[in-house]
């Protein structure tokens, strides 16, 4: 059954039920004298209508992304893989395909098939769909108690490999993440990461790739602190009751659309930033896309931006 394994394809795994795509769209930039933001009818870009609107695309400028809207977000939440780092193609699938190789499962998760059990939340719980669905290794165990303790092992070897990556520097942060946690620090806006990643692969990103300084700041919800991954809400919910603020005032960073939904579901707004993998998902409820934050001068928007969101909420 190894061998028969590392030949599954996107066809042998119909089983995870693929979510519709869509268009990609190009973030509305150069926005100026904002007096109310509307919903976009084309995958719920923001778009911010005044009394002029450059027709410039793809980039933005900070003095015109709503500084004069007074509503701070109490916290800003963000999703920790695809949106902090690009992590998954060349970070977490490496890890799992080394991983494999060790224990010597003959199992291979090709870019593409790894794109679709993406659509899976959590390690431990891609592993266990993917094997129940194409075929346990033939050196795994047979009972289920067993196989749940070998998939715990393996996920404990993956999340070392991946450390391994995190601690070489060999990810970078995706542009503009650093930016807006620190415009979001020094206005006194909450932030925190909420992922269902490992807490330890969690943590390594920010305290290495964001720097202790900042990591001190952050707060982080990772891997098992809650019974249901995204997108159930329970993530986010716990983020805002132990941050003391109300969903409502948060604003979510995701790139996936699981992420979107749990953000919504949870009463939140929720920004995209498109990810490698996620290009293509739905984000028609999403109450803005972009493909990145971005730095100057290829910013897409920042701290200012999300409150318009808010403003948005009570006008």
Known sequence: MASMASCHTLATLSFINPLPSHKNTTPIANLKSQERTLQSSLVGTAIIIGKTMSSKIGTTS???????????????????????????????????????????LGVTWDVDLFGELLKIAGGKERMTTYFNNTGWPENAPKSEEERKAFVVSLHKRKTELFLALIEKKSLPLRPGVAKLIDQALAEGVKVAVCSASNEKAVSAIVSILLGPERA??????????VPRKKPDPAIYLLAANTLGVDPS????????????????????????TKSGYTVDEDFQSADAVFDVI???????????????LLKQSVS
């Open 62 to 104: 900070s003095s015109a992304s709503a500084s004069s809207f007074s509503t701070l977000p109490s916290a800003l939440l963000f999703d920790c893989d695809g949106v902090l780092v690009d992590t998954e193609k060349d970070g977490h699938r490496i890890s799992f395909n080394n991983t494999f190789k060790e224990k010597e």
């Open 216 to 225: 001190e700041k952050i707060k982080i919800f990772a891997g098992e602190v």
């Open 249 to 272: 005032s948060c604003v979510v960073i995701e790139d996936s659309a699981i992420g979107l939904a749990a953000a919504k579901a949870a009463g939140m707004k929720c920004v995209i």
């Open 294 to 308: 971005g730095d100057p001068p290829e910013e897409r928007f920042d701290l200012a931006f999300c409150r318009s």
